[in-house]
């Protein structure tokens, strides 16, 4: 009965989510856009399944093996997704208004979770297809179909319903709010979890790189295979295996997601408070105001001194805000995952060197987006004092660009220092880093200002970046071309000094290796300054127009 | 100091001020006053530039706001009715920041520290904004404009959060600052204040300036001696209570 009434708030509550992020919405196009770019990768990644498995040969138990990878790769993504969503609306964004309310612990947790739904669709693109194929290469009987739905859909519920449980897990222990990025690094650490606990419990299938055995006893502890096993047993005509995996599906998301509601409703309000609390004193800590020690450094760079007083305020502003280094270091990890295992992914050499700058770089792209969609409100600070727009503009420019610079700088440090590759390969990186980074930069610059959201919506809440507007996914677009241009430009001019790199392109390879360094820095910079032309001009423009709009509308989105 | 001749914001087919014209002279300290919705802030975000008018202009000191934005702004302090700060910084980094983005001599941080005391914000200063409340917000803000010594300020509400003390405090900064001369716009709702401390007072309704003079001339002009409250009131009523048009 309460669980009815709670049920039926929930829908109302729904909907006036569903409300403000449509009124959310800026250009509907670019929504569906960046939408179908994400439903062609997932798309992209089912068909490659697909493929995969029609061509495996039958027997062996290789089909079942790989429907059960992916049923866990796409579990483990599943549940990072989950995680991400509802820790993210229990934990980071505050709620204040449904926390004061007269509503129960587990009417609220099940309005964080009806959220969730948005994730079903893309698991089912991946998972769907392969279990069809599965179907069809193991010429399983019609029964198989409905039954193998079914156990996708069970799977799913199973995997929500642990999600929640690992929340109120993380509740017990969470002292206060967290940042979205921690929330990130915490949610891919438990979607990792899934693959690497079995393996190190399992000695035997310790395979090499994906192929991994999952026949193995301990990895039937994972309910995200039970779905797999399931259907794999359905197409091989045991019923009672299939019977029993379908139970023990059931039951696991019954128990828990029963133990989740009635702990919700129990302890959800004051764990919640707590969170709030220790956030609030956390913001009482004392910071020493930075003295400027060297001032005169900062008098000989030819700026104007409204550049300069911006650009230096972002950078106490991201000292003071690890969540934003959080994930940076993130793409570090990889470096370790690269440079810690030569021939990881079958990569070596000056192929590694290029995926290992493009690791690093990326991820600082992010840097230029935040820099100006984190003025949020405080833009009108900048439009009421006398700075020009191009002061404005060059001090987010030079923040992203130096500490992209600077960060990438180390990385190579760091790789130079485990992997020890040739000098002359350094010292061409090293350079072309610089027109590298300038030019990422600098086309990031007109995203960031035509989809900066100086004023947070709920929708935005929910994306990383809280202060950017959903369509910014599509600046890697941009970037895309970029990147690999700078990157074939840097394997042309290290190939000399590390023979063996690139069989396929031997022949080309002509003239000494200081005429290719020096070519590739010339191609390099001339690229980068194409680019950033065409950057700037475009921000410049983007930034005036959006200072006119939004002083004709007085709004700031 | 400041000049607004025929002022007029237009939102989609809504007039949010019609034709305001106001004059502000140097030293002078001007009550706006309305009830919720009349204009004021809109009025004060065109003063400050912030907003573009549909129709009119803003003369600052010598300077077109239109035409020479730069100069203008120099000379130009505004505080929003929301204090907009930046939460990462403390206090005082904000004020030295204030103090760089409107390129001033660094002799400003002692005028700023005497604030800071006057404000009781001292012991603050070097906490995070984001621990601050919304008073003390309002405090360090103001502050931040202060400190780049503009010789025309606009204040929207700025007693709205304020203390006692600071509300005391404010008054007698705001009459420091006239006497060297610099011109202030103070948009309020409460009239015992604005009856205590401004020299003029305007009075807008609807979008409209419907009168302004110091509290002796409206007074006079609508033959009462009622205290500037009722004065109000019976004003405001009579202008809403009006067919439109
Ligand atoms: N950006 C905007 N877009 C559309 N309408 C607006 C906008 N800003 C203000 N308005 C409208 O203009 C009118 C005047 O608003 P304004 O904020 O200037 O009032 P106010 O006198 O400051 O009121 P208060 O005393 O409540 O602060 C209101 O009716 C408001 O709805
Ligand atoms: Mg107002």
Known sequence: MTVCSDWQKVRHLARYQRLMARRGIQSRALWWLARGVTVAAFGALAAFCVLVMATLPPGEGGRSNLLMLIFLGGGAFLLYLELMVLFNRLCVIPFDELLVSPLSGRAVLMERMYEQVRALPLYALLVIPVVITYGVTENAPLVFYPIALLAVFLTTTAIYASAALLLLLLLTFLKRRMSRETLALISSIVAALVFVIPRILDASTAGHGFQINLQGAVWSMLPMIWGARMIAAVAHAAPLQAVLYGLLLCAETVIIAGFALIWANRHLHDRIGRLYDGQHRARQKRVRSSQRARRSVWRVLPLSPATRAVLYKDWVRLRRTPSELIGLLFSALYLWFIVLRPGAGGFSGAWQLVIMICVVTLPTVRLGLSGLGLESAQVTLLMQAPASPGDVLIAKWLYAFLTAFGWSELSLLIYVLIIHPPVSAVVLTAICLLPLVAASSSITLPFAVYYAAFVATARQGRQRNIYTKPGISLQWLAQLPLYVLQAGILLYGVAPDWPGQMPALASLLTGSATMHVVLAIVASVAVAAVVCLIGWGMALKAWRRRLFLMRESGALD | ?245
């Open chain 2, 1 to 245: 100091m400041l000049r607004a001749d025929g002022l007029t914001k237009r939102f989609g087919d809504k007039e949010a001020v019609c034709d305001v014209s106001l004059t502000l002279k140097a030293g002078e300290l001007f009550g706006f006053l309305g009830p919720n919705g009349a204009g004021k802030t809109t009025t004060i975000r065109m003063l400050a530039g912030l907003l573009t008018p549909t129709r009119g202009e803003v003369r600052i000191g010598n300077h077109d706001l239109e035409r020479a934005p730069r100069e203008a702004k120099k000379l130009l302090g505004y505080l929003p009715d929301k204090p907009l700060v930046y939460e990462k910084l403390t206090g005082r980094e904000y004020i030295r920041f204030m103090m760089e983005l409107y390129d001033m001599p660094s002799d400003v941080l002692d005028e700023a520290e005497s604030y800071l005391h006057a404000f009781a914000l001292d012991s603050a200063a070097d906490d995070l904004i984001s621990g601050y409340s919304h008073g003390m917000k309002q405090k360090i803000a103001l502050i931040g404009q202060l400190t780049h010594r503009p010789r025309v300020l606009l204040l929207d509400e700025p007693t709205v959060g304020l203390d006692p003390k600071g509300a005391r405090t404010l008054r007698e900064t705001l009459r420091a600052l006239c006497e060297q001369g610099v011109a202030v716009l103070i948009s309020t709702h409460l009239l015992p204040v604005a009856e205590m401390m401004c020299d003029r007072i305007g009075i807008m309704v609807s979008g409209r300036m419907i009168a302004s003079g110091t509290v002796v001339e409206l007074q006079s002009r609508y033959h009462t001696d009622a205290s500037l409250e009722d004065l109000f009131l019976q004003l405001t009523d009579a202008t809403e209570g009006e067919p439109a048009g």
